[in-house]
Each structure stands twice: as structure tokens, then as C-alpha cells.
């Protein structure tokens, strides 16, 4: 009832807004302040809270907690390995190691606190890729002489990425639809949608190197988006060069935090060529931004190459089947039966109802890997279902603006990829986020694009109200999801206090 009165207070502050449009961005500044607070509330009251501000010396939470600052401090010790010898003398003398790891684990303290790393050749390497360390980590130990921590970045990026998602619908908007004919109420819900159901406050309660990773990825590869969008609406080819280059740079980086962002480099490449090719019909221009495009990928991918090699031995190598968990990936092949399944769930499971109505994410089982308690993303923002009306959009948006139309064509590509290839590793709800904040987006803009076609004022009224309706709706589902009785002992272990107190706050 708390939870359902809070969602009505935002509807009636988002009215209010309406009625006096004269000071509409007051209350979107409010809007944003509000999500901002609600973010630093997730990462400050769970999970490892003694752990999110920055610290003079490395603590590392036990497992998977601020792993990064060991790599840190090894690379300040000129090496790659990030765990001395001498405390891992048991794990070299296993041979079902990778098998088995699970078991030993749970036996020996040393060997839990390396959990999801990489064993390789007698070292410890970090599983996870270095761009966090060169972006944040080292740069913010260098200039302050502390340690950052997992969660406190995961906050920073979770901001950040929420203003890029704000910014990206915005300009989107503006390019196709006169945003001065939406009311200021759906403006200021839509800023709500996003960052309730983006799924970053699931990041947000559980901050580990997980977290850092996707967070350093999804905010890259907005951040080139935005870029992108430059680049598009520049006129002046040397600012375009500059753009290429520094859009081609964002995307290299989002490979050294998740390897399966290199699949929109080329995409991104093909499309910028493509465009400057129709432009100038020069082929001797296009060559030389096909080159300025072509290096920092050249310089960044050779950095990721050698970090592999001398890790593993391979270029193509990022640690994945060294490393050290409960799932046995050493000798598990990847299935496409597996990830149809994860996908059927990722899209459609549907969340049960525990016995104090509270919706509780349901057991997913039948995967190999990330079996955890998920509930699919149409019944957590059905909103989705605007994606039907990309066909007449895009075929608008191809006649009226071409620039909206190949960023919304890139952006289907990441919610498709993104979908496809997180479905293959499991049923993990922090995955969902590298496709929501797109899907969020683009559904709120196809919503502005339906409202904005419609002619009389009672059907703009009724739109109006569906989109009121489906705020309230979404934004119950997902702080449900968050704050169900089956995640506390989940998602915050040292501070299941905390999460039962808002669990009775919310819904008793």
C-alpha cells in the first residue's frame, strides 16, 4: 500500500507539472534530483555498505567485491597476475580444479575469496576486462591517492547512464516530434520509467565486479550513441573526424569490459562509411575516415590482444574457461536449446505471487548457467509492445529525419544482440540491463510518436491516461521485484535488516 501510494504521489507531481507548463523544467530537474536519491538509497542501505566510499587502502569483499583495485595494484607492480604465490600453494596441486573448484572452496577460506577469477599457469589473473581499471580505477588512485569501490562507481555510472538514456530520448524526440505538444506529466513520468525499470537498481542493491563491468559497457556505448548523433548532425568535416575518432574510441573501450560489444564496432563502422560515402561520393574521404575510425580500434584492440596473450597465452583468450566458480565451464560447451530456453524466460516467465501479495521473482530451472530468480521483461514494462509500431516509424523517420532513423536501426541492433547473446550464458537478472535501457527509450519515443499523430484532443486524453496506467503499473512491478521476500537473503546478505525493514515499509 506504501509502495502504490508513493507511485500515486508521482502521478499527481507529474500533474501538477501539467496544469502550470510555464515551470515544467523545475519539476524535471526535481524529477531527475529524486532518481539520483533513490540511487544513492539502493547502493548506501545494502549489500557491503561499509564498502562504497572510496578507501585509503584495498578492501575487497569476499567473493567478487572490488576485485579491480587488486588488478590496480599489480599493474602499479608491473605485473598482470593480481594474487602473490604464496597464498595459493593448495590451488596449484589440484588437477579437477576447474571441475571441482565449488567444493574446495567451501573448504578453504583462500580459495573462496578467489571466486571468479582466472587460474592459468600456476597465477591468479582477474577474469574481467581491464578498461574499468585504465578509465576509473587507476585515474581516480592517481589523482587522490584512494582505492575506488565497486559500488560507489556503479552509482556514478547508473547516474550518468540515466542522463544519457534522458539526453538520447530527448534530442531523438526533438528531431521527429515537436516535444512542446507532449504534456509536461508524461515528460516528467517518462523520466521516472526510465530509471525505475531500467533494471540498474537490481545493480545497484548487489555492486560487485559484474556490476562494474555491464555499468562501464552500457554507459560506453551510450556515450558513443551520443557521438553518433553528433557526428550526424555536424556539417564541418573536421569536427566529423574528431567524432569519428572519439566514437570509435567509446566502442573499443566497451570490449574491454564485455568481449561481445566488438559486434557493434563494425555495424557502427559500416554505417558511418556508408553515410559519408552518400555524402561526398568521394572515395579517397572515405578512406581516410574509414582510417581515423580504423585506429584507436587498431590501438585499443592490440592492448586487449597482448593483455590476453600474456595472461593466456592467446589474443582471443579473456579468461573464461580458467575460471573458478560453480559452473564447470572448462569443459561445458555453449547450447542453443540452453539459450532459447533462457530467452523464452528472459522475455515471458511470469512472476509469482507470494502469500503476502508481494511479487516474488520465480525459480527459473532448466539452464546451465545463472538459474536465478527472474521474471520476464514483458511483464515488467509491457510498454515493449510499442515496439510494434517501429515499421511506420522507421518508414516515417527514413522520409523526415534519416539521422533519427540509423540511430533507432543501431539501437535495435544492441536490444537484439544484447537479448541473443546474454541468453546464451544464462537467466541473470543484471543482465537484463544491457538491453532495457534501449528498450526503454525506444518505447517511450514510439509512445510520443503515437501521441503526437493523434488528432483530437479525447484520444490524446486517452493515450494520456495508458501512459499514466502503465507508469503505475511498471514502476509497482519492478520495486515489487526488488523488494520481494525471496531477494533478501539474495541480494543483500550483510544487511538483511535493512531489506526487510523496506519490505515491511513498502508492503505490510
Known sequence: MT?????????????????????????????????????????????????????????????????????????????????????????????????????????????????????????????????????????????????????????????????????????????????KEIPSNIIILSIFFIGFCNYSPFLLIKSNIYEVAITTAVFLLLLSFILFYYYLNTTNPKKQLILDFCLALTLCLTVGARPHYVLFIPIIFFVVIGLKYKKTKNIREVLYSSLIFLIPCLIYGTIVALYNYFRFDSIFEFG???QLNDLGQYNCALSIKDSLLALKYNLFQFPGIDVNNIFSLVKADGHRVGNEFVAGIIWAFPLLFMLFLIPKYLQETFRKDKNAFYITIIMLFVIIINLVVTSFIGMV???????????????????????????????????????????????????????CENNSLFYAPTSNDNYVNIINFLFK
Open 3 to 179: 509502495l502504490l501510494l508513493i507511485i500515486v504521489l508521482l502521478v499527481v507531481f507529474s500533474l501538477v507539472a501539467n496544469l502550470i507548463p510555464k515551470y515544467g523544467r523545475p519539476f524535471i530537474l526535481v524529477s531527475i534530483l529524486l532518481m539520483f536519491s533513490f540511487y544513492f538509497f539502493l547502493s548506501r542501505n545494502f549489500f557491503n555498505v561499509e564498502s562504497f566510499y572510496p578507501k585509503s587502502n584495498i578492501q575487497v569483499d569476499v567473493p567478487l567485491g572490488n576485485y579491480y583495485n587488486l588488478l590496480l595494484r599489480s599493474l602499479k607492480k608491473h605485473r598482470l597476475y593480481i594474487v602473490d604465490d604464496e597464498k595459493i600453494p593448495s590451488l596449484k596441486v589440484i588437477s579437477d580444479i576447474y571441475e571441482n573448484y565449488k567444493n574446495y572452496a567451501l573448504q578453504d577460506y583462500n580459495l573462496f575469496s578467489l571466486f571468479d577469477t582466472s587460474f592459468y599457469n600456476g597465477k591468479i589473473y582477474l577474469y574481467f576486462g581491464i578498461t574499468p581499471v585504465l578509465l576509473f580505477y587507476l585515474p581516480f588512485n592517481l589523482i587522490t591517492n584512494l582505492y575506488l569501490t565497486d559500488k560507489c562507481l556503479v552509482f556514478l555510472l547508473s547516474c550518468f547512464i540515466f542522463l544519457l538514456s534522458l539526453f538520447l530520448l530527448k534530442k531523438i524526440s526533438e528531431n521527429i516530434i515537436n516535444i
Open 320 to 322: 573464461w574457461k580458467y
Open 429 to 483: 537478472t543484471r543482465y537484463f540491463f544491457e538491453y532495457m535501457s534501449f528498450i526503454i527509450i525506444l518505447s517511450i519515443l514510439l509512445f510520443y510518436y503515437l501521441y503526437y499523430r493523434e488528432k483530437t484532443v479525447s484520444q490524446k486524453k486517452l493515450w494520456n491516461l495508458f501512459f499514466v496506467l502503465m507508469f503505475v503499473y511498471s514502476t509497482f512491478m519492478n520495486v515489487s521485484l526488488l523488494f
